[in-house]
């Protein structure tokens, strides 16, 4: 958490900007302020606190769970992990108690006046990359399950070139780029897949229903601003329409089956037993 809903959401609100928050392209950083220097894993301190000053935001992408700042001269990438979140505040805003890092930005007009954008991240599993190949950090990513060309066939390829079980592949960056535990799950549950069933074993008409499942499940939740489950996000309300997640010991609420838990790679797993059978 958060996953790509969440993070395709933090993106649309930095990008278009809201009712009270303008978009931020088109905004010039003029101050860093590095808080906690771990947070950072390409350049040096030093070298971050040079070379970021001064660059405008000319777009903000987002590639599986990475948020994509490309300035005037380098690219500025963002991975929340668990806690972190990206957060946007008045110039004279206090810091927060687990901001990591501060950017103060400001469009060339004057009138525009200027805003704090904070990384916050309080377990400070987030990371934070400056560099001018984005593909030195994104080069191992998988498809993105949302792209046009990204279709049912490449899938069914992909899922028999390898042999694993559902869930732990569907949640490997390198297979498919932005699934988490949350969708994975409800993509799982639509398409009427056992988590554990063998990828390799998988016919061309289940490919196909998990790749709709996928991009329904995906498409929805961005569509409801993600899903908001504990302290860390806030603002979507996916999380009201979930059909097993977080459902343990409730009732299927397509067969009546009450939903189990299981773990299948460390990863809590929530499927129906009968709707899900292998």
């Excluded at 947070?39 to 040079?50: D, G, Q, R």
């Excluded at 380098?74 to 979140?85: I, N, P, T």
Aim: proline share 6%.
């Amino acid at each position: 958490m958060p996953e790509l809903p969440e993070i395709e959401t933090i993106r649309n609100l930095l990008r278009l900007g809201g009712p009270d928050t303008p978009s931020l392209l088109g905004m010039t950083i003029f101050s860093v302020q590095l808080l906690w220097e771990r947070s950072l894993a390409i350049p040096s301190p030093a070298e971050f606190l040079t070379r970021l000053p001064g660059q405008e935001i000319c777009e903000i992408q987002r590639r599986g769970k990475f948020l994509y700042f490309g300035l005037s001269q380098e690219v500025l990438l963002f991975h929340l992990r668990m806690s972190g979140d990206i957060v946007l505040k008045a110039s004279d805003a206090p810091r927060a108690m687990h901001d990591r890092l501060v950017l103060r930005l400001q469009k060339a007009e004057p009138a525009a006046g200027a805003l704090k954008l904070a990384f916050n991240d309080p377990r400070k599993f987030g990371r934070i990359w400056l560099v001018s190949d984005p593909q030195s950090v994104l080069g191992s990513l998988g498809p993105e399950p949302l792209d046009s060309s990204f279709t049912a066939k490449d899938l069914y390829e992909r899922l028999h070139a390898k042999r694993r079980q559902l869930k732990p592949l569907l949640l490997d960056q390198s297979f498919l780029a932005g699934m988490g535990n949350i969708y994975t799950d409800e993509a799982l549950f639509s398409a009427c897949l056992h988590p554990l069933t063998p990828s390799n074993t998988i016919t061309h008409m289940q490919a196909e229903r998990l790749w709709e499942t996928i991009r329904q499940v995906l498409t929805e939740a961005i569509r409801h601003n993600g899903a908001s489950i504990d302290w860390v996000y806030r603002g979507g309300d996916f999380q009201n329409y979930f059909q097993v997640y977080q459902r343990t010991g409730q009732p299927c609420l397509r067969c009546g089956s009450l939903v189990q838990r299981i773990l299948v790679g460390q990863r809590g797993t929530h499927f129906c037993p009968n709707c899900q059978t292998i």
